[in-house]
T-cell receptor, first 110, second 113 residues
C-alpha cells in the first residue's frame, strides 16, 4: 500500500505560472523527500525536509511540511516547459527504505 | 549520468523464464535499493541491502531474489516470469542511511511476452 498520496494527480499550467503539489502520508516520518521523474527515466532527488523543519527552499522550489496534518507541499515558481515531469513525494519512516506516493504529472505549456 | 549504473536497459523475455538485473551503485554508497514501477502499482519498494547484508524487505515476491556482492554491486533475480512482472525496475543507492536522498539509476524495462 502507498504511504503517500499526491494531489492533484495531474496538473497543466502555462510557462511562468506557479505549480503546487500536495502530499499526504499516514505514519510518523524521519524526513520527507521530493523526486522528479521524466517520462520513463530514473527519479531525481529534488529536496529533503526533516520532520523538525517546516519549510525549505532550493532555487525555484519551496517545500513545506506540516507533521500535525501529515502533509507536505511542493511549490515550483515561475515554471518552465522543462519542468514537465512527474513529481513524487517519498517518506522515510524507518531509515531502511523510502515509500513513494502516487505522483503528480505536471505539464507546463510554452 | 547519476552514477548508478543499471544493465540491461531493456529486456524482453517469455513467460516462465528467469532474468538477472544488475546494478552498480554510486561510488562510496553502501546501500542499494530495488524498486518496481508499473502503471497499476506505482513505485513499489522491493528490497534493500547495506554493505552486503539484507536490511529491509518490501513487496518482493518469493519468485524474486536479490543479493549484494563484496564489490557492492547488486543483482535482482526474477524467475518464473509472468506477464504481470512487466515493469520498470529501478536500483537506487545512498549513503549509510539515505539521509541525504537516493540516487537512482535509469532503470531496466522488462517486458514479459
Amino acid at each position: 500500500s502507498q504511504q503517500g498520496e499526491e494531489d492533484p494527480q495531474a496538473l497543466s499550467i502555462q510557462e511562468g505560472e506557479n505549480a503546487t503539489m500536495n502530499c499526504s502520508y499516514k505514519t510518523s516520518i524521519n524526513n520527507l523527500q521530493w523526486y522528479r521523474q521524466n517520462s520513463g527515466r530514473g527519479l531525481v532527488h529534488l529536496i529533503l525536509i526533516r520532520s523538525n523543519e517546516r519549510e525549505k527552499h532550493s532555487g525555484r522550489l519551496r517545500v513545506t511540511l506540516d507533521t500535525s496534518k501529515k502533509s507536505s507541499s511542493l511549490l515550483i515558481t515561475a515554471s518552465r516547459a522543462a519542468d514537465t515531469a512527474s513529481y513524487f513525494c517519498a517518506t522515510d519512516i524507518s531509515t531502511d527504505k523510502l515509500i513513494f506516493g502516487t505522483g503528480t504529472r505536471l505539464q507546463v505549456f510554452p | 549520468d547519476s552514477g548508478v549504473t543499471q544493465t540491461p536497459k531493456h529486456l524482453i523475455t517469455a513467460t516462465g523464464q528467469r532474468v538477472t538485473l544488475r546494478c552498480s551503485p554510486r561510488s562510496g554508497d553502501l546501500s542499494v535499493y530495488w524498486y518496481q514501477q508499473s502503471l497499476d502499482q506505482g513505485l513499489q519498494f522491493l528490497i534493500q541491502y547495506y554493505n552486503g547484508e539484507e536490511r529491509a524487505k518490501g513487496n518482493i515476491l518469493e519468485r524474486f531474489s536479490a543479493q549484494q556482492f563484496p564489490d557492492l554491486h547488486s543483482e535482482l533475480n526474477l524467475s518464473s516470469l509472468e506477464l504481470g512482472d512487466s515493469a520498470l525496475y529501478f536500483c537506487a543507492s545512498s549513503t549509510r542511511q539515505g539521509s541525504s536522498g537516493y540516487t537512482f539509476g535509469s532503470g531496466t524495462r522488462l517486458t514479459v511476452v
